[in-house]
């Protein structure tokens, strides 16, 4: 763990969707205190009409939605600090509107997500956690 998936309204080639996995990744790993190499992100570029946000009055907009799945523990505070920082970048680098932008987190104990590259399981966060 973690992993951020990012589903975009748009076509994005792929040197753009390399720097946005990796202005995510720096992101990451300064604002939850972790190494980069723990973090997994993909870039669906679905298109335009791929990603929708509804309405109660009028059509659907367009919209992002930026999926990120981490270990739990991490306070509230923590968390919209990343997801901010999140928008921003995709808005930074891509044609978004941040307001349109949804970010959702599922938590996870650190045994959900094994890591071949570490030598297996992860562990679960710890408030004093820098790896």
């Given at each position: 763990?973690?992993?951020?998936?990012?589903?975009?309204?748009?076509?994005?080639?792929?040197?753009?969707?390399?720097?946005?996995?990796?202005?995510?990744?720096?992101?990451?790993?300064?604002?939850?205190?972790?190494?980069?190499?723990?973090?997994?992100?993909?870039?669906?570029?679905l298109?335009q009409?791929?990603?929708?946000?509804?309405?109660?009055?009028?059509?659907?907009?367009?919209?992002?939605?930026?999926?990120?799945?981490?270990?739990?523990?991490?306070?509230r505070?923590?968390?919209?600090?990343?997801?901010?920082?999140?928008?921003?970048?995709?808005?930074?680098?891509l044609?978004?509107?941040t307001?349109w932008?949804?970010?959702?987190?599922?938590?996870?104990?650190g045994?959900?997500?094994?890591?071949p590259?570490?030598?297996?399981f992860?562990?679960?966060?710890?408030?004093?956690e820098?790896?």
């Open positions: 763990m973690p992993s951020i998936q990012i589903d975009l309204p748009l076509d994005v080639p792929a040197p753009a969707k390399q720097e946005l996995a990796g202005r995510v990744g720096k992101i990451y790993a300064d604002l939850m205190k972790v190494n980069a190499d723990l973090l997994t992100v993909s870039v669906h570029d298109g009409g791929g990603v929708w946000r509804c309405h109660e009055d009028g059509p659907p907009t367009p919209s992002a939605l930026i999926m990120c799945d981490i270990r739990s523990g991490r306070p505070e923590t968390r919209a600090a990343l997801a901010q920082s999140l928008i921003d970048a995709c808005a930074g680098l044609p978004l509107d307001l932008i949804k970010v959702e987190f599922t938590q996870h104990s045994d959900e997500m094994y890591h590259h570490l030598g297996g992860n562990k679960d966060w710890t408030s004093d820098r790896d």
